[in-house]
T-cell receptor, first 109, second 115 residues
């Protein structure tokens, strides 16, 4: 079966750095997405990786290793507004998105 | 630019009642999707459409029907609601043909409770 694993919850301190991991086992791979979802709101697109390596976008970076079935989202200079759930999703060989259950990130002052 | 709009935002149904959720997008996207989101689980695809007049089943289609009569609209119907259909429903659209990432744009969600 297809599976996406992420930690259920993480806590970090304002101003610090946090890394959210995502491991996947899917039938094929055509890209990996990270979305942010604030409580009670819709998911919004953060990043997309299709090749190995690091993609940087401001305070957020996303890394992919296809051989290891692994990605992480790195958030720097954490702000209170970064408190949200972070969803990892993989596009499989049929171009269907397989979603992880999400990681709830709690930022403390 | 409204993006993806869902109506209604909230609804309470009794078991056996029927209802329709409406999704409208103004981005001229070809692809549209209906997902449900339940606590502790990833988004699960109910049905999707790759163009006007076409629909296809996703991961959890049972108990739901859909129609895509117009490119901008995607309707999700519950013919006989069951408590197991209590969930938050998200509509999304995308346009992979642009050569971009094919990222999904989501509506604000519709919270449905079936008693």
């Amino acid at each position: 079966g297809q599976n996406i694993d992420q930690p259920t919850e993480m806590t970090a301190t304002e101003g610090a750095i946090v890394q959210i991991n995502c491991t996947y086992q899917t039938s094929g791979f055509n890209g990996l997405f990270w979305y942010q979802q604030h409580a009670g709101e819709a998911p919004t697109f953060l990043s997309y990786n299709v090749l190995d390596g690091l993609e940087e976008k401001g305070r957020f970076s996303s890394f992919l290793s296809r051989s290891k079935g692994y990605s992480y989202l790195l958030l720097k200079e954490l702000q209170m507004k970064d408190s949200a759930s972070y969803l990892c999703a993989v596009k499989d060989s049929n171009y269907q998105l397989i979603w992880g259950a999400g990681t709830k990130l709690i930022i403390k002052p | 630019n409204a993006g993806v709009t869902q109506t209604p935002k909230f609804r309470v149904l009794k078991t056996g009642q029927s209802m329709t959720l409406l999704c409208a997008q103004d981005m001229n996207h070809e692809y549209m999707y209906w997902y449900r989101q339940d606590p502790g689980m990833g988004l699960r695809l109910i049905h999707y459409s790759v163009g006007e007049g076409t629909t296809a089943k996703g991961e959890v289609p049972d108990g739901y029907n859909v129609s895509r009569l117009k490119k901008q609209n995607f309707l999700l119907g519950l013919e006989s609601a069951a408590p197991s259909q209590t969930s938050v429903y998200f509509c999304a659209s995308s346009d992979p043909g642009t050569g971009e990432t094919g990222e999904l744009f989501f509506g604000e969600g519709s919270r449905l409770t079936v008693l």
